[in-house]
T-cell receptor, first 113, second 114 residues
Framework: GNSVTQMEGPVTLSEEAFLTINCTYT??????LFWYVQYPGEGLQLLLK?????DKGSNKGFEATYRKETTSFHLEKGSVQVSDSAVYFC????????????FGTGTRLQVTL | NAGVTQTPKFRILKIGQSMTLQCAQD?????MYWYRQDPGMGLKLIYY???????DKGEVPNGYNVSRSTTEDFPLRLELAAPSQTSVYFC?????????????FGPGTRLTVT
């Protein structure tokens, strides 16, 4: 079956630090990969996505590259801000499954001044 | 567009009580989903629907029921609430058109069963 493993949190960084949140996956076929973000008290929002190998998704300064050879989709940002404090979820979806998502457990990011 | 809306925002139930969590979307999406989010566990799929009149079980369906009589609405029913159902519930929708797999989430319902 499908599964997503992402690094444990919480991750605490100072503002302007570099962020990496690791995500690896196991899936049958060729999945689409996603990063969702959940701000305190809110639902999940799509942050970025990649639908095929070597695609790079990017949004709001965040980036992630679909690496088929390492089955990874690590999230990076060059300079985090306090407003980036949230929980980040890596997820995948495979074709023919009604776009159902399989989520990782989430990584809480806390950015301090 | 309001997107995906959920009611209520919060609810406390006693063991054995029943309730329905409401979910509606105004994006004309065919696909709809119910997830539960337990602390540190990510989201688990409860039920999903690919269109009006069609529903199917997800990963953790026990203790829940759903119906989909219209494209817009996808209510989740808890018949005999148990403490293990204390969680945050999220509804989501998506459309397969154009190969877009993005799911749009509602704000969630926080349920406590005591």
């Amino acid at each position: 079956g499908n599964s997503v493993t992402q690094m444990e949190g919480p991750v605490t960084l100072s503002e302007e630090a570099f962020l990496t949140i690791n995500c690896t996956y196991t899936a049958t076929g060729y999945p689409s990969l996603f990063w969702y973000v959940q701000y305190p008290g809110e639902g999940l929002q799509l942050l970025l996505k990649a639908t095929k190998a070597d695609d790079k998704g990017s949004n709001k300064g965040f980036e992630a590259t679909y690496r088929k050879e390492t089955t990874s989709f690590h999230l990076e940002k060059g300079s985090v801000q306090v407003s980036d404090s949230a929980v980040y979820f890596c997820a995948l979806s495979t074709t023919g499954t009604a776009s159902k998502l399989t989520f990782g457990t989430g990584t809480r990011l806390q950015v301090t001044l | 567009n309001a997107g995906v809306t959920q009611t209520p925002k919060f609810r406390i139930l006693k063991i054995g009580q029943s309730m329905t969590l409401q979910c509606a979307q105004d994006m004309n999406h065919n696909y709809m989903y119910w997830y539960r989010q337990d602390p540190g566990m990510g989201l688990k799929l409860i039920y999903y629907s690919v269109g009006a009149g069609i529903t199917d079980k997800g990963e953790v369906p026990n203790g829940y029921n759903v119906s989909r009589s219209t494209t817009e609405d996808f209510p989740l029913r808890l018949e005999l609430a148990a403490p293990s159902q204390t969680s945050v519930y999220f509804c989501a929708s998506s459309s397969p058109e154009g190969g877009n797999y993005e799911q749009y989430f509602g704000p969630g319902t926080r349920l406590t069963v005591t």
